[in-house]
């Protein structure tokens, strides 16, 4: 069964700077989508940033210039680096996968709060 594992987060002052990284395990095919998510305290889940296979990048507005998306395809990881933090960034971070089409896959990590002190 597939599983993303995620790493980094924690605790830092406003702006600074955090790097969150999560790598899928049980499975050696790309996945068409991978990207982050984050849930604050009482608010919906919302998109950070996902980045296509091909290259594709999509960020969230209140993040465009501070954060930034990369993946590796051949070891199915993606990572998230995180400058310039502000205290409105707390909450809870999600690693997402997607396959398209036929075969459709969504697949979540179990999340890692982000916590930004002002």
């Known amino acids: 069964q597939v599983q993303l594992v995620e790493s980094g987060g924690g605790l830092v002052q406003a702006g600074g700077s955090l790097r969150r990284s999560c790598a899928a395990s049980?499975?050696?095919?790309?996945?068409?989508?991978m990207g982050w998510f984050r849930q604050a305290p009482g608010k919906q889940r919302e998109l950070v940033a996902t980045m296509s296979d091909s290259g594709r990048i999509n960020y969230a507005d209140s993040v465009k210039g501070r954060f930034t998306i990369s993946r590796d395809n051949v070891k199915n990881t993606v990572s998230l680096q995180m400058n310039s933090l502000e205290p409105e960034d707390t909450a809870v971070y999600f690693c997402n996968a997607k396959r398209l089409g036929f075969w459709y896959t969504d697949i979540w990590g179990k999340g890692t709060l982000v916590t930004v002190s002002s």
């Open positions: 049980g499975s050696t095919n790309t996945f068409d989508v």
